[in-house]
């Protein structure tokens, strides 16, 4: 299973930045996908996941904006970013619980390698 995330970047405080995560691979399905991320010389934070039905679960920090959603074949998770601040700068990370076509009653979790957010002036 990989999960590949794009669309970071640098963005001026106040902007907006929308992150991708594809996930491929042997998937049976997949029932959560989370955002998570960690700023130099911190620990990895969960920003925002999502679960069937949809229940989406956000930090306290995001303070309403942002959004997390998936495409309806929920292969792919995106985070709407929005008024970022430079404390959003951090290295974004995808996660997904992955139930495999190996191992389908089991769930296991996969990372992105992680895309880089930085908001700055």
């Known amino acids: 299973v990989q999960l590949v995330e794009s669309g970071g970047g640098l963005v001026q405080p106040g902007g907006s930045l929308r992150l991708s995560c594809a996930a491929s691979g042997s998937i049976f399905t997949i029932n959560t996908m989370g955002w998570y991320r960690q700023a130099p010389g911190k620990q990895r934070e969960l920003v925002a996941n999502i679960s069937r039905g949809p229940v989406t679960n956000y930090a306290d920090f995001v303070r309403g904006r942002f959004t997390i959603f998936t495409d309806s074949a929920w292969n792919t998770v995106y985070l709407r970013m929005a008024s970022l601040e430079p404390e959003d700068t951090a290295a974004y990370y995808c996660?997904?619980?992955?139930?495999?076509?190996?191992?389908?009653?089991?769930?296991?979790?996969?990372w992105g390698q992680g895309t880089v957010v930085t908001v700055s002036s």
């Open positions: 996660q997904a619980a992955v139930l495999t076509l190996e191992r389908p009653l089991f769930s296991e979790d996969y």
